[in-house]
Structure formats: C-alpha cells, structure tokens
C-alpha cells in the first residue's frame, strides 16, 4: 500500500505544467513591445502632426520662397531666381539701415544686460529681510505685456507733451531744459527703446543668474575665505566660473532679443522718426504685410536666423572656455 502511495506520489510530482518555449515567450514579448511603442507613437502622432503642420513645413516653404521673388497679392506663383533675392537684400538701402540700427541696439542692449541682470541677482542673493518681495518686484516687469509695455511707456511716461519723465524733470527736479520728446527725436529714440527693453528683460536674466548662484555650493566659499580671499577675489574665482552655464543660457537667450527686436519700435516709434529704429524683424514684417515681398522677407528672416546662429555659437564657445 505504502509503496502505491509513494509510486503515485512520484508520479504526480513528475508531471509538471508545460512551460512555453523560448521561441514563445520571445514571440510574446515582442509583440508586446510594439504594441507599446505603437501606443507611444499614437499617443505622440498628434504633436507630430502639428510641429509639421506648423513648424516644418512653414520652414521649408519660407526656405524655398527665400530663392523666389514672389508679390503673393499679384503674381500667381513664386518665381525661382536663386540667391538674387539675398543679394536685392543686401543691397537695399532700408535693410543696411535696419542691419545698422540693429547693430546699435545689440551692442548697446547686450551687455548692459549681462551686467545689469548679474548684479541685480547678485543683490537678490544676498540674505537680507523683505528679500522675496523685492524679487517678485524686480521679475514683474517680465510677466507684463510688451505691447503693453510699449503703449504705457509711449503714451504716459516719454510722451513729448504729457509724458511723466518730462513732468519730473521740468516740475519737480527744475529741469525743464532736460525736457525732450524722446521717442520724436532721432537721437534719443533707440536709447529710449533699449532703456525700455533692459527695464523689460532684466528680471528674467535676473533671476537665471539666481539660480546659477544658488546652485554653488558655500564650500567652496569657505574655502576660498580659509585661502584669504576677500569678497572680490570669490566673485573673480569662484562665482562667476561656476557660472558658465548660466552665461551661456542668458547669452543666448540675449542674443535673440538683440536681433530680433520687433515689438518695441513696432508699437512705441513705427521705426520712426526716420527709420532710425527701423529693425531687421521691423524690415522683415514691412516687406511681408506691407509690401507683400515674401521672397526678400523670407530671405531677410533667414538672414536674421544665420546671424542669431553665429552669435550663439560664438557665445557658446566663450562661455566654454575659460575666459569667463
């Protein structure tokens, strides 16, 4: 008896469960894994669909107008002349005067950013009460409109007649000689516009910096005080290394603003008086919706584009090496 016993249980504990085959479960699990990346892609196609829709093909369709000279209010279809429409664009006096303008306005505006934004967040940095207030104080200029910002500073504060600036100088300070319509002059008008655009941009770049400073660790600023070092030598060689990513965020990023400065003189100055704020997205967009050129737009927006890549690229190997 104890023997059939034993001999069924040895029987039972021999037959197992048949286990799929190694082809099986490697035939399942691929399948598997397309199923989900065809969930990924349906989940992304969307997307997709609009960056082609709405990035891609605008792209493409530019590029190829930039080699046509194309009025797309009379002419039927563009007319391919290769790189003749970049040079009518280089050529045509109110691009040059854009190119100058825009010039001006970039080495004027850049680095007046770059110092202004640091300082401003190196103040912030500091431990001091009510330091959040000032923070949100100095970063909400940036939240504001720029069209909003433009119609303020246009209509209420530079205005020639009743412009706040003019009533503090002549009114309250005595200095009615100082008075000026400064957006109607032409010595004035881009200063006045950089003056806006830094009160504008400062707290961003402001508060990229902030972060770049925060992120150090104070380790290294206890050692450099054990070593001796005052205040300035840590700013010299500790600080501003251990920023080199953020210089390289904010050089960028100002880069771009510098060239592509559009709104300001757009809403405050028309590019007046007598383009002397005439900007190069100033001079793409007249081309484009006032004279209907899509060609020489779309060949003076690539323009815009190359010089924006040079610069960045410069920026970025500055930023990389150690002259920071």
Do not use: C
Request: glycine residues 6%.
């Amino acid at each position: 008896m104890i023997s059939i016993v034993s001999s069924a249980t040895e029987t039972s504990m021999s037959i197992k469960p048949a286990r799929p085959h190694k082809a099986i479960r490697k035939k399942r699990l691929s399948r598997q894994r397309r199923m989900e990346e065809l969930s990924a892609y349906a989940f992304l196609l969307p997307a997709l669909l609009l960056i082609l829709a709405f990035m891609i093909y605008p792209m493409g369709d530019s590029f190829y107008l930039s080699f046509t000279k194309y009025n797309f209010v009379y002419d039927k279809a563009p007319h391919f002349v290769g790189l003749q429409t970049y040079l009518a664009v280089l050529q045509d006096g109110p691009f040059l005067t854009a190119l100058k303008n825009t010039a001006y306005f970039a080495a004027v505006f850049f680095p007046f950013l770059i110092i202004l934004s640091l300082g401003v967040a190196l103040l912030l940095n500091l431990p001091l009460r009510g330091i959040t207030f000032v923070r949100t104080s100095v970063f909400l200029p940036v939240i504001v409109s720029l069209a909003l910002t433009g119609v303020i500073f246009q209509g209420m504060i530079l205005s020639g007649r009743f412009g706040l600036l003019n009533h503090i100088l002549g009114n309250v300070l005595g200095l009615k000689s100082w008075t000026h319509n400064w957006l109607g002059d032409t010595r004035t008008a881009m200063p006045a516009i950089i003056a806006i655009s830094l009160w504008k941009y400062i707290g961003f770049e402001a508060l990229i910096f902030l972060a770049g400073l925060q992120a150090i660790p104070e380790t290294l600023y206890d050692a450099a005080k054990i070593d001796g070092a005052d205040s300035w030598q840590q700013l010299i060689h500790v600080t501003l290394p251990n920023l080199r990513e953020s210089f390289a965020l904010v050089g960028i990023w100002g880069i771009i603003q510098s060239v592509k400065v559009f709104e300001q003189p757009f809403i405050m100055t028309q590019g007046g008086p007598a383009n002397s704020t005439l900007t190069l997205y100033y001079y793409t967009w007249i081309n484009a919706f006032d004279f209907f050129k899509m060609g020489a737009a779309s060949a003076s927006a690539y323009l815009i584009a190359f010089l924006i890549m040079i610069f960045s690229l410069l920026n970025m190997y500055l930023t990389r090496s150690e002259r920071v």
